[in-house]
């Protein structure tokens, strides 16, 4: 007895586990002879069988099974018929000839099936019978059936009867748009193009929302021309898939006759209820725009959400700056509502330009709060000479800190405005810390000698915060002389000042060694925030000057200096730093030891390797992980992995 028979014998029994186990069997070795008894229990009231002998009859395939599925389409069992209807699509296709014979069967839920399953065959000869039950079937279904069949081969052959179908029932004419769309071919097109006229609104609208989708430039001419005699529904419709089809680049492209029609349809296009279609229009009029179109993309702008519709609202604003300096934008300066106005001010920031200064400059008095920190906004932006008057006048404008700000960015950090200096180092002595560290940065932009004499007498002043922004001051503007009352800063009993005097002392270090020697002056600074500054900086000094240095901090009580030093050893690549950072492998803080695997890792060769190996007998799976890290890394520089 062969193996397929046992099987076959097998499928025969009572018992669930030795019938799933049969099944099973069969599949894997391909059983013919077992595809009745498989089929027979698809219709098993256990689910565990039923998946067993639909796995077995998909992997034998072939004719057999069909023929023995096949009966199962009319059984009243809705699972088993599903069941069947699966397999069939799978493996239906291997004969043909009873598939196509459904489609002649008395039953027209047979009819159905036989449509359906023929879909899923991936076979050009598939589309003829299809054809026929699409135009000649009684039973509306079937028809609508073989049109999504069709659209599921998606063969440009199947377009001339899906064309004539369009004569159908509304509802077979839905299928038969979406076929045609998923056939994307030339021949789609005008199928689609010539139902057009003879359309309900609906069916038309779902036509052209097919033909955008194609995205085939030969609709477009064709969409145009249908455009006038069309319902603004329908119209909006047209305008969203001529700019699918075309872009909003292209539309410049157009005939001189079509291109103002155009612009008019999408001008209305604006006003449909449908966010898609707005947003077609947009892109087309950022292209093709006007003054209308300008103020009608504002309108429309004002209303949307700046969270939910937040690229809408982006692509809006683009639409407005491409076209340019118009009055409707110009207008929107005074905008009833407070969005139209800030969108204003936006695309007008984009367009920039003297002009648009201008324009934005006599807007400022008339402005209320919010519209005024938008507009200096912008004009940081657009600005240049010819705002510093304008910025000049706003320094006494004290009680909007944002507004006072961003004059002191335009006269200290953009234009460097010498004649405000002494104003702006006044606002050294507001109580808003915002106002305070703006005016700081545009006195330091600004520099000079006599505001850096100015700095100089303010870092002999009794309060610390005055102190502290000298010195940082004096650090940036770099004048001679600074230097000596830097140093004089590090003895400053105010730690934060100290550290302000050691980046500035940083500033200098250059590859002649200036200012190294006053950084490395506070390496054993009373406190911990200083000397962790102090090895920072050594780990940024050219040339690697601040490894010996480094090398003196991995003895420090502080566990952060510790890592800092580590760290920057590391960084560095200081192979003379090896032999020094074994021993922290086992430092009493775990942070140091496992920056120290880091560190080895980074720096690498012959010592480091090997520490790292015996680094591996850690019981700590963190510490271990980190020393496999560090050893790959070694391994993958030295090209072993």
Not at 196 to 201: E, G, I, R, V
Not at 313 to 339: D, K, M, N, R
Request: proline share 4%.
């Amino acid at each position: 007895m062969t193996d397929c028979k046992r099987i076959a014998l097998k499928l025969s029994a009572e018992d669930i586990d030795a019938l799933r186990e049969a099944a099973y069997e069969a599949g894997e070795r391909g059983c013919v002879e077992a595809v009745p008894q498989l089929a027979r229990l698809l219709a098993s009231e256990s689910l565990g069988v039923q998946e067993a002998a639909d796995m077995a009859l998909r992997r034998i395939g072939g004719k057999e099974v069909v023929t023995a599925v096949l009966p199962l389409l009319r059984s009243d069992d809705a699972p088993v018929r599903n069941l069947s209807m699966d397999i069939l699509r799978q493996v239906g296709g291997d004969d043909f000839p009873s598939l196509v014979g459904l489609l002649h069967d008395p039953d027209p839920d047979i009819r159905i099936f036989g449509s359906d399953i023929l879909g899923s065959t991936n076979n050009k000869l598939a589309v003829s019978p299809l054809c026929d039950a699409l135009l000649k079937d009684p039973e509306v279904n079937v028809r609508y059936q073989a049109a999504v069949s069709l659209g599921e081969l998606a063969h440009a052959s199947a377009a001339k009867c899906l064309g004539k179908a369009m004569e159908d029932d509304e509802w077979v004419q839905f299928a038969v748009i979406e076929a045609l769309s998923k056939i994307r071919d030339g021949s789609s097109v005008n199928a689609l193009v010539k139902a057009l006229d003879k359309s309900s609104d609906l069916v038309a609208s779902m036509i052209v929302e097919a033909l955008g989708e194609i995205g085939n430039v030969k609709a477009v001419a064709m969409l145009i021309r249908r455009m006038d005699a069309s319902p603004a529904v329908l119209r909006n419709k047209i305008v969203k898939a001529v700019l699918h089809i075309l872009g909003g680049k292209s539309l410049t492209l157009l005939p001189a006759k079509d291109r103002g029609k155009f612009r008019d349809y999408l001008l209305a296009a604006l006003s449909d209820d449908d966010t898609e279609i707005q947003d077609a229009a947009i892109r087309g009029l950022m292209f093709m725009g006007d003054d209308a179109a300008s103020g009608e993309i504002l309108r429309l702008a004002a209303q949307m959400d700046p969270d939910a519709d937040s690229e809408r609202l982006e692509a809006a604003v683009a639409a407005l700056a491409a076209i340019g300096l118009s009055a409707s934008l110009q207008a929107g300066l005074s905008h009833a509502e407070p969005a139209g106005r800030h969108i204003a001010v936006t695309a007008l920031s984009r367009i920039g330009g003297e002009k648009v200064s201008e324009l934005l400059i006599a807007a400022y008095p008339g402005a209320d709060a919010e519209l005024r920190r938008d507009i200096v906004a912008a004009l940081l932006t657009v600005a240049g000479p010819e705002a510093r008057e304008f910025f000049l006048a706003l320094l006494d404008e004290a009680g909007d800190e944002a507004v006072l700000k961003a004059a002191l960015f335009y006269l200290g950090r953009k234009t460097r405005v010498e004649e405000a200096g002494e104003r702006i180092f006044a606002l050294l002595a507001d109580p808003r810390d915002d106002v305070k560290e703006a005016a700081l940065e545009a006195c330091t932009a600004l520099g000079g000698e006599a505001l850096n004499n100015r700095f100089l007498e303010l870092a002999d002043d009794a309060d610390p915060v005055n102190r502290l922004m000298a010195v940082y001051a004096l650090g940036k503007i770099q004048q001679p002389g600074n230097m000596a009352r830097i140093a004089k800063a590090l003895l400053d009993p105010v730690p934060d000042i100290r550290k302000i005097a050691l980046e500035a002392a940083a500033d200098a270090c250059d590859e002649s060694g200036n200012g190294l020697e006053l950084i490395v002056s506070r390496m054993d600074d009373e406190a911990p925030d200083v000397r962790r500054t102090v090895v920072e900086l050594l780990g940024r000094c050219p040339l690697g000057q601040g490894v010996p240095y480094l090398l003196r901090a991995l003895a420090d009580p502080d566990d952060w200096v510790r890592v800092r030093a580590v760290e920057a050893l590391g960084t560095l690549r200081a192979s003379e730093a090896v032999l020094r950072l074994i021993p922290l492998l086992h430092d009493a803080s775990k942070l140091v030891s496992l920056k120290t695997v880091e560190a080895l890792g980074d720096i690498g060769g012959e010592s480091a390797f090997r520490a790292l190996l015996e680094a591996l007998g850690n019981e700590d799976p963190e510490f271990q992980a980190a020393a496999e890290e560090a050893i790959a890394k070694i391994q993958d520089r030295q090209g072993d992995r």
